[in-house]
């Protein structure tokens, strides 16, 4: 994993001009000991000085956790029980699309050296304890770590990698460019919002999806409060600090014990304009502090190779 030397700054990515000045935001350093970070946010919603570290994020390009896991090193950060979904069924061009139904693990090698020449990896399915063997390309590792970007420069792998990191019951989602709610209508969580700047796209995602939530507003000309209002007004606050203010003697099962997450994917501008990515990006980390961020942006894809991601 890279990290980025660079001082954050995010205002610079918010009005930088061209692609050269841009710096990511909220990015780890490896200076992230320093307490007068001035780009850091002082206090949590609730008015609590919080960790600043805690919001620094972590960027990745989605092959480094997909088909490249050829590299062993990479493999071995999956063993043995990390859940991935795979793909599978051909589709008309020759390549695997649909996603498995079963969330799978990685069968761990004895030896080295035969897991590292075979292009393909062992899964086994954790119900009935079979195992299978599939090309390492197919395979979708789901992203555990809080505090994670992914981004992809091609919308079929964005909405797989949309799909795959929310669990049932317990994640919330938001898409920002959610255009007829084709991602977000076919996420499963327990709570999602599909947001888009135009009135179009709102209406026929509505008509599409009628029971999930949408939102037609620009989230580049909305205040950081309408932004961060938007997290209350349709119940998507996330159990940032599991069972940290619950009472200790309370032992009820609730989800609060299994950490609700906060999931945000962003398709905004189809693969121009990186500077308002970034700001979209900006924005969502300072006002929603998500777990998980998932963006497609072959702009920003390609600035993350140029910044030797
Ligand atoms: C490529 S489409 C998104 C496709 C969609 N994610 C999907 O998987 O089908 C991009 C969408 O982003 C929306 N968009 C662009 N800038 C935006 C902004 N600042 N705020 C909200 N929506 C925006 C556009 O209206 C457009 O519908």
């Known amino acids: 994993m890279r990290f980025c030397t660079a001082p954050t700054t995010a205002a610079t990515a918010a009005t930088a001009e061209t692609t050269e000045t841009i710096t990511l935001p909220n990015i780890t350093t490896e200076n992230d000991d320093d307490e007068d970070d001035e780009e850091d946010y002082g206090h949590d919603h609730d008015g609590k000085k919080k960790n600043n570290n805690k919001y620094k994020y972590t960027y990745h390009r989605h092959e480094k956790l997909t088909s490249t896991l050829q590299s062993e090193s990479n ?48 899964i086994k399915y954790p119900k009935s304890g079979s195992t299978y063997k599939i090309r390492k390309e197919y395979l979708l590792p789901i992203i555990q770590e809080d505090n994670q970007i992914i981004v992809s420069p091609e919308t079929d792998i964005y909405r797989k990698l949309c799909w795959i990191h929310t669990i049932q019951d317990y994640d919330y989602f938001i898409e920002i460019g959610c255009d007829f709610g084709f991602t977000s209508g076919n996420v499963i969580c327990k709570n999602k919002l599909g947001i888009d700047k135009s009135k179009t796209s709102i209406d026929v995602a509505q008509s599409n999806y009628p029971t ?21 007004q349709y119940q998507l606050l996330q159990q940032q ?11 009820d099962e609730n989800e609060n014990d299994h950490g ?18 970034i700001q979209c990006l900006d924005r969502v980390l300072k006002c929603w502090k998500p777990n998980l961020v998932i963006v497609k942006s072959r702009s920003l894809y390609s600035k993350l190779i140029d910044m030797g991601y």
């Open 260 to 277: 609700s997450r906060l999931v945000v994917a962003i398709d905004i501008n189809g693969n121009r304009e990186l500077n308002a990515v």
């Open 212 to 232: 999930d939530q949408f939102l037609e507003i620009d989230v580049l000309e909305i205040t950081v409060q309408e932004m961060e209002d938007i997290l209350i």
């Open 241 to 251: 600090d599991n069972n940290e203010d619950e009472d200790e003697n309370d032992d």
């Open 75 to 122: 493999l071995k950060k999956l063993l043995p029980t990390s859940p991935c979904r795979f793909l599978l069924s051909k589709g008309k061009d020759g390549r695997k699309t649909q996603l498995s139904k079963d969330t799978v693990t990685v069968v761990q090698h004895n030896n080295d050296s035969e897991s590292s020449s075979d292009d393909r990896i062992m």
